[in-house]
């Protein structure tokens, strides 16, 4: 991807030398990967190489790879690290599809790949929660649960192969009403950057009952501090999950015209306030609708502008909108509940978007029985994972311009009346047209925010074009007063720039936080733009 701002020394072959040396002898050769090219979790075209599978680029791509199993190796690869002046790029599963894969900030970065930490500490039907270390898939979770018959439904992503630690971290969301992970997420146990072990929350009193049920635990709240930062390697969490309900509804709402987009998501959002629905809708656009509908008319008539420099132009988009009898965005959400309360919510989500005119509104009704939880077996499958069933399929998009293609998200967070979201989407669909891409809507909606994702399918021989696109779009937030909430590795300093209240504060206590816990800057140096006074890198300030 596009180069990073900052300058930092990479490290010496001898130094790298001398660290996997030492790393042979503590995890065995197998568990080492001297060069990028075999070793990570295999990928979407079955390659098993590090680095950022949707770019040509070698820009962010690391040295090589350790593969720990235990926290006590983990501790010990953290102090090797320090002995050797090594940077390490820790990663989960390395399944960070759109935001850099296992690709590092600082060019030949050894990868902390920590796919091999894979047990599933302990899952607690009666109150509702996981303990997870990074390995832990999102199908892992759902098929333990499954296996053992439990009466829970965990929050997967649109893609179920990531960690469900990595993605909390990064702050990822799913779709059940326990889909915003870093909020559900309840305990935390941490190495730090010399190799010590910390547990947050209740978990700094050994052997506490309520490591994963009371976040808050006794003085500070230090979880926060390891969100999308290098303060430390996070080898465990807790992480809340969702009761399988008694009744339940998947509920689709479609409205035809463009500005509809305002009343939708203004009426979704104030329905989430008020605790109507309780998981996070997503909306899909025109285009999204056309690419994933497997009707073939539909997929013939866009087919001839699916490919590298092209774009599906609107007035094709609006004709089959309307021979489909389809609106221009629809909203995907679910509702969960008793089997008294079901059939009352459902009339008020009717109730709440009859005044949008030309409004469709279908769903899936599962009405259930008093005293039994409905089981993911009778729902089957779902084209959003509202039950919490995981998927792969939309992986199958990738391949829609080319058979060899990637996609980044650009996702600014935006107030939720409809109005900002509106009035930021027309900019940015306009900045996709000139750049000859598609506009792929996701958005997803919170009570008192809206992730306005929009996800850019491209062709390698593209990323050029993409590069400058994604700096406009990031460029075109700002001016609106929006950031995103996470970004690809080769742009991290790219959004680091925009905090720039007080004379980029944030930056300046970040920086001090890190010289602090990482003297050395060991610990994925430039993650989120956080660096040390040892990385020689200039002040926030500086960046301008």
């Not at 469900?164 to 935390?188: A, I, K, W």
Request: include cysteine.
């Amino acid at each position: 991807m596009a180069p990073p701002h900052m300058v930092f020394a990479t490290p010496s072959a001898q130094s790298l030398g001398d660290f996997f040396n030492d790393a042979a002898c503590l995890l065995g050769e197998d568990n080492i990967s001297r060069t990028p090219e075999h070793g990570a979790l295999r990928g979407p075209e079955n390659q098993d190489a590090y680095g950022d599978p949707f770019s040509a680029a070698t820009t962010n791509s690391p040295s090589g790879a350790v593969r720990p199993k235990t926290v006590e190796e983990v501790q010990a690869i953290v102090k090797l690290a320090n002995k050797h002046k090594i940077p390490l790029w820790t990663v989960s599963r390395g399944k960070n599809l759109g935001y850099g894969g296992s690709s590092a900030v600082v060019k030949g970065s050894v990868v902390l790949d920590l796919h091999r930490m894979n047990k599933i500490i302990e899952v607690n039907e009666e109150y509702g929660y996981a303990i997870v270390e990074p390995g832990v898939s999102f199908f892992d979770l759902y098929e333990e649960i499954q296996r053992r018959g439990l009466n829970l439904w965990p929050s997967v992503p649109a893609i179920g192969w990531g960690s469900v630690l990595g993605n909390t971290m990064d702050r990822g969301f799913g779709y059940t009403p326990n889909g915003e992970h870093s909020q559900s997420q309840c305990g935390m146990e941490v190495v730090l950057p010399n190799g010590q072990l910390l547990r947050t929350g209740m978990g700094a009193m050994k052997d506490n009952k309520t490591f994963a049920l009371y976040k808050g635990g006794f003085g500070p709240g230090l979880d926060g501090l390891f969100y999308q930062s290098n303060l430390g390697i996070v080898t465990k969490i807790g992480i809340h999950i969702t009761p399988a309900p008694e009744a339940y509804a998947t509920v689709e709402v479609s409205v035809p015209r463009e500005e509809d987009l305002i009343p939708l998501v203004g009426t979704l959002s104030g329905l989430m306030r008020r605790s109507i629905i309780l998981n996070s809708p997503s909306i899909a656009n025109i285009f999204r609708l056309a690419l994933t509908a497997p009707i073939p008319e539909v997929q013939a008539k866009i087919r001839q502008y699916m490919k590298p420099d092209s774009y599906v132009p609107y007035p094709v988009l609006e004709e089959i909108r309307k021979e489909q009898n389809w609106g221009f965005w629809k909203a995907y959400f679910s509702l969960y509940g008793s089997v008294e309360m079901l059939p009352a919510l459902l009339k008020t989500i009717q109730r709440a978007f009859a005044p949008i005119e030309g409004v469709q509104i279908t769903w899936r009704e599962f009405p259930g029985a008093p005293g039994r939880a409905i089981t993911t077996a009778e729902i089957k499958s779902e084209e959003i994972p509202h039950s919490g069933i995981p998927t792969l399929e939309p992986l199958n998009i990738l391949k829609s311009r080319s058979e060899i293609g990637g996609h980044i998200d650009y996702s600014p967070i935006i107030p939720p009346s409809g109005r900002e979201l509106y009035e930021w989407y027309l900019t940015a669909k306009q900045r996709t047209i000139d750049a000859k891409f598609d506009f792929f809507a996701d958005f997803h909606v919170y009570p008192r925010y809206v992730v306005g994702i929009e996800l850019i399918i491209y062709t390698l021989r593209e990323e050029a074009r993409l590069h400058e696109l994604y700096h406009n779009l990031v460029q075109d937030g700002a001016k609106h007063g929006y950031i995103a909430y996470r970004t690809h590795v080769g742009y991290m300093d790219d959004l680091a720039t925009k905090l720039d209240f007080n004379g980029f504060a944030f930056g300046r206590f970040t920086r001090l936080l890190k010289g602090t816990l990482d003297p050395n800057g060991i610990l994925s140096p430039g993650k989120s733009g956080i660096w040390n006074s040892s990385s020689n890198v200039p002040e926030p300030s500086a960046h301008l």
